[in-house]
């Protein structure tokens, strides 16, 4: 599947910047069952200062706010080739070792509600695929997607007090409860082309677990699938903090107002 993505960021500030930089996780991951054709990035009041792969394989653009500036914003748009893989993506890659993604982040840490999920597994014969499917399906029933009711800061266990929240929410109290069964897991954040919509307010989330002789496979809690063509991997970490699309420091100011507009759509493939 062929799927055009448009991503545009708009921040306003009350007042005029004296230094801001920001990180950007906006480029897609050239991986397994996905290729990138296209990703054009572009700026205004602000310009491109560095790139780098980080500890995740991630490309993470760092671009300094022109000084004075009210307003900024980053436009992305691409072409991006999918396949239909199940949600593998297989053998684990990267800087960090395989074991760096067992252990818990404030944001992942389980208590009690969170490991009442963790029944659905059985722990002496290890994971699997159906496993974790019931795993996602228990947690989706317990915890009802809902704007408006968390934030980035809120962690696994109080969006499972809370029984909703949405898609980061869910990958962050799957993640907790699989690392709490021995089971590796991280967090991917990306695109997902709607099927009733082309503009959205959001980027997507979803969670990958690994699995013994699969490798790394996809889990989006929210739609109760694995991902399959749909889907664009731009990031991925042991949480929303390494993988978010856009963190940054700011001087002198305040972020005032913050407005994203994704649109992905499907593409005809011409052959020649």
Known sequence: ?????????????ADPVVHALQRL????KATQGQEILEWNMSYQNASKELEYEDQNYNTVTLVGVEPDTREVTISCTGLVD????AGVIGKHSGHLPLWSFLGQTPLTKPGAEVRRMTHT??????????DLHALSERIRDAVAYQTGQTA???TAEEAAKQGAGVCQDHAHIFIGAARAMDIPARYVSGYLMMNDRIDQEATHAWA???IEGLGWVGFDVSN???PDPRYVRVATGRDYRDAAPITGISFGTRNEDLRVQVAVEQQQIVQQ
Do not use: C, W
């Not at 062929?2 to 306003?12: A, G, K, N, P, V």
């Not at 999918?82 to 893989?85: E, F, I, K, V």
């Not at 722990?123 to 699997?128: P, S």
């Open 1 to 13: 599947m062929r799927l055009s993505i448009r991503h545009t960021t708009h921040y306003s500030f």
């Open 25 to 28: 996780r906006l480029t897609p």
């Open 82 to 85: 999918t396949q239909d893989n």
């Open 121 to 130: 597994v059985n722990k002496d014969t290890g994971a699997t695929v159906d």
């Open 152 to 154: 980035v800061t809120t």
């Open 208 to 210: 990958e677990a690994h």
């Open 224 to 226: 109760g699938i694995s």
